[in-house]
C-alpha cells in the first residue's frame, strides 16, 4: 500500500513564503488525483490545493487562490505545494493526500477529503504576524 510522507512545515513571518513537499517512499506515486488539505487549530480539515494525475488540472481553495501553487514532478517522485505572501490565518497542521477513486476529468470533483484514501502525517506551518 502506497504510504506519503510530507513535510517543509516551519515557523515564519506573514508575507515569507515556504515549500511543502510530498513523496511516496519506495513506489511511484499513484492514484487519480493527489491534494494538499489542512487543518487550523480547533477547526476542521479543509481543501487547499489539488491536481489531477491524468491531465495536470488544478484547484484551489478560494482562500489561497493566487498565493498558493500546487505541482508534482513524477522523476522526482514528489508532491509540492509553493506557498507564497503567507498569512497567519494560514496557520494549520497541512496534510498532502492521494486517492484512486475516479470522479472525472475535473478537480474540482475531488475537493471533499472523504475521497481520498491515503494520508501523509502532517507537517505544522505557523505565521506569526
Known amino acids: 500500500q502506497m504510504q506519503l510522507v510530507d513535510s517543509g512545515g516551519g515557523l515564519v513571518q506573514a508575507g515569507d513564503s515556504l515549500r511543502l513537499s510530498c513523496t511516496s517512499p519506495?513506489?511511484?506515486?499513484?492514484?487519480?488525483?493527489q491534494g494538499w488539505f489542512r487543518q487550523p487549530p480547533g477547526k476542521e480539515r479543509e481543501f487547499v490545493a489539488g491536481i489531477l494525475w491524468s491531465n495536470f488540472d488544478t484547484a484551489y481553495a478560494d482562500s489561497v487562490k493566487g498565493r498558493f501553487t500546487i505541482s508534482r514532478d513524477s522523476q522526482k517522485n514528489k508532491l509540492y505545494l509553493e506557498m507564497n505572501s503567507l498569512k497567519p490565518e494560514d496557520t494549520a497542521v497541512y496534510y498532502c493526500?492521494?486517492?484512486?477513486?475516479?470522479?472525472?476529468?475535473?478537480?474540482?470533483?475531488?475537493?471533499?477529503?472523504?475521497?481520498?484514501?491515503?494520508w501523509g502525517q502532517g507537517t505544522q506551518v505557523t505565521v506569526y504576524a
Open positions: 519506495g513506489r511511484s506515486f499513484s492514484g487519480v488525483a
Open positions: 493526500a492521494s486517492t484512486t477513486q475516479n470522479f472525472g476529468s475535473e478537480m474540482r470533483n475531488y475537493r471533499a477529503s472523504n475521497l481520498y484514501d491515503t
